[in-house]
């Protein structure tokens, strides 16, 4: 049983310590929060299942997450499916392609309804020297709501990056 602020404190504590605890090519690269935030106490289950292939010049991670929060106050619950699939291949030593898709269903929340999400993503990185990258990035999402007059997303996005090290 907690309230929305603990959950966000435990999942940022459980990304600490698996940044501490694994390899560097293993470490996850970013703090995310899954699932949707309230204000209220809930009884809170939840279950991750991850799984990950690193080889030579490959790497493939597969994971699934599951939440379902009965809250106490207004008694509407909460639940929620996410899975994702990123695979990575070393195609020289100094370039690295970065492919992902990624699934979410809500299938009931107080505040958002039910909704479905899905993309993909891919990445290519240059390593110019030791301490300079260069990298371009595609992301496709699409989602919609499930609810009558619920609206439908999608979103492009292509981004650049310079990184320099010091």
Do not use: C
Request: aromatic share 12%.
């Amino acid at each position: 049983i907690q309230p929305g602020q603990l959950a966000v404190a435990r999942s940022f504590r459980e990304f600490v310590q698996r940044s501490a605890q694994l390899q560097l090519p293993n470490a996850p690269t970013g703090f995310t929060f899954d699932g949707n935030l309230y204000g209220e106490t809930s009884v809170y289950r939840s279950g991750e299942l991850r799984a990950l292939y690193t080889g030579a010049t490959d790497s493939l991670t597969a994971s699934g997450s599951w939440t379902n929060r009965t809250f106490l106050r207004s008694g509407g619950r909460d639940r929620t499916f996410i899975g994702q699939v990123d695979y990575t291949r070393r195609l020289r030593p100094d370039l690295t392609l970065s492919l992902g898709t990624h699934y979410a269903h809500t299938y009931e929340s107080l505040l958002y309804g039910a909704s479905k999400t899905h993309g993909f993503s891919g990445r290519l990185a240059y390593r110019i020297n030791p301490r300079t990258e260069f990298d371009t990035r595609f992301d496709r999402t699409k989602s919609r709501q499930l609810f009558p007059g619920g609206e439908r997303i999608a979103e492009n996005a292509v981004s650049i990056g310079f990184r320099r090290s010091f």
